[in-house]
C-alpha cells in the first residue's frame, strides 16, 4: 500500500460548481498536510497548508484534516476555468506527495 | 527573488544516450531536490542535496545521478537512457528550518523525450 493515495482523476466540472479533492494516508508520522497545485507547463506551486485535524479557510479554497480516519480534503467553491490545473497532496514529516488529479473546469 | 530555473526546458535523446540537467535554486536555499513526473507514477523523489552532499535518495537505479556545487546550483545527469526515462524532470529548492513542512519551490521543469 503506498503511504499516500489520491483519487484518480481526470475531474471535469461545470463553472461554479463545487469541487472535492481527496487524500487518504496510512503514515501516522505526517503532521503536515499540503495541497499544490501545478497548471499546465508549468512546476506545482504550494497552494494551502494545515497542521491539526479540522478545516482551513483561504478565500474560496477549504482545507480539511481527518487525523483519525487518515484523510485529507480540498474544497473549491465556486470553481472557475482559472482553478484547471492538477492538485497534489502532500505531507510530511518526510515529504511525500500524492499522485495528483487534473482537474478541469469548463466554463 | 527569482524562482527556481531550470536548463533546458525540453529535450529530446535517443535510447543509449546520457543527458545532463540543470537547476539553479532560489538565492539562498542549499537545499535541491529533483523529482519525476510521469502520468502513471506522479511525482516521484529522486533524490536531495544540501551543502553540496546528497541528504536523501529515493528508489530509482544508478543511472540517475546528481551532484550539487558550492553555490547550490545543481545538475542531474541520466546515462543509458530507456524509453520510459521520459518524463518532466522537476527540481526544487527549499530553505531546510524555515518552516516545518519543508515548503518545496519548484520549476517549471525539464520536458526530457527518449525515442
Known amino acids: 500500500q503506498k503511504e499516500v493515495e489520491q483519487d484518480p482523476g481526470p475531474l471535469s466540472v461545470p463553472e461554479g460548481a463545487i469541487v472535492s479533492l481527496n487524500c487518504t494516508y496510512s503514515?501516522?508520522?505526517?503532521?503536515?498536510f499540503m495541497w499544490y497545485r501545478q497548471y499546465s507547463r508549468k512546476g506545482p506551486e504550494l497552494l494551502m497548508y494545515?497542521?491539526?485535524?479540522g478545516n482551513k479557510e483561504d478565500g474560496r479554497f477549504t482545507a480539511q484534516v481527518d487525523k483519525s480516519s487518515k484523510y485529507i480534503s480540498l474544497f473549491i467553491r465556486d470553481s472557475q476555468p482559472s482553478d484547471s490545473a492538477t492538485y497534489l497532496c502532500?505531507?510530511?514529516?518526510?515529504?511525500?506527495f500524492g499522485k495528483g488529479i487534473t482537474l478541469s473546469v469548463r466554463p | 527573488k527569482a524562482g527556481v530555473t531550470q536548463t533546458p526546458r525540453y529535450l529530446i535523446k535517443t535510447r543509449g544516450q546520457q543527458v545532463t540537467l540543470s537547476c539553479s535554486p532560489i538565492?539562498?536555499?542549499?537545499?535541491v531536490s529533483w523529482y519525476q513526473q510521469t502520468p502513471g507514477q506522479g511525482l516521484q523523489f529522486l533524490f536531495e542535496?544540501?551543502?553540496?552532499?546528497?541528504?536523501n535518495k529515493g528508489n530509482f537505479p544508478g543511472r540517475f545521478s546528481g551532484r550539487q556545487f558550492s553555490n547550490s546550483r545543481s545538475e542531474m545527469n541520466v546515462s543509458t537512457l530507456e524509453l520510459g526515462d521520459s518524463a518532466l524532470y522537476l527540481c526544487?529548492?527549499?530553505?531546510?528550518?524555515?518552516?516545518?513542512?519543508?515548503?518545496?519551490?519548484f520549476g517549471p521543469g525539464t520536458r526530457l523525450t527518449v525515442l
Open positions: 526544487a529548492s527549499s530553505d531546510p528550518g524555515a518552516d516545518l513542512m519543508d515548503t518545496q519551490y
Open positions: 503514515n501516522s508520522a505526517f503532521q503536515y
Open positions: 494545515t497542521y491539526s485535524s
Open positions: 502532500a505531507m510530511c514529516s518526510k515529504l511525500t
Open positions: 538565492s539562498g536555499h542549499r537545499s
Open positions: 542535496y544540501f551543502s553540496e552532499t546528497q541528504r
